[in-house]
């Protein structure tokens, strides 16, 4: 079973809730988190909690450790508010034991406005912040094997 979460929810508690038949055939997870500080992920995973996520990031990388988990990865997806956050992202994989920190340009789902959807583009060769963007991925943390730069790698060059 892999579960795709915000991980919110999954804490301790809930964990246990689960029939331990089943918890043993969850084998991965892909969280989806957006952000590398308190205040871009208030704005981009409204709602959320900081903490609670950190919390839980710590107890499912426990999960990865010592199983039942093989594959845990964390998504940010890349937007004007948390590009340059990406290096902090890969640290904050690499704090919990995360085995993949994916990232992938942020696509047009119908949530945003023409405006706001161009506003927040910053992987468009026209957006103004575009090449700051491209300075960004030159990182060398981003370079470690554990980083997926999906739909974003042609930006390397």
């Known amino acids: ?21 089943v918890r043993a ?15 871009t992920y208030a704005l981009n995973r409204r709602g959320g909690k900081w903490d609670r996520l950190l919390r839980n990031l710590a107890f499912i990388g426990g999960l990865r450790r010592e199983g039942p988990l093989e594959f845990v990865k964390i998504h940010m997806v890349v937007q004007q508010n948390n590009f340059r956050e990406m290096p902090a992202f890969f640290e904050l994989g690499k704090q919990f034991g995360i085995d ?21 583009s910053v992987h468009q060769a026209n957006h103004p912040l575009h090449g700051e963007l491209r300075r960004v991925l030159q990182d060398p943390r981003l370079r470690d094997p554990s980083v997926d730069l999906g739909n974003l790698t042609e930006f390397l060059s």
């Open 1 to 21: 079973i892999h579960i795709h979460t915000n991980a919110q929810l999954w804490t301790p508690g809930i964990w246990t809730q689960i029939d331990a038949g």
């Open 25 to 39: 055939y969850i084998k991965s997870a892909e969280i989806s988190i957006d952000a590398a500080s308190p205040e």
């Open 100 to 120: 993949v920190v994916y990232f992938s340009r942020l696509a047009d789902w119908g949530t945003f406005d023409e405006a706001e959807l161009t506003r927040r």
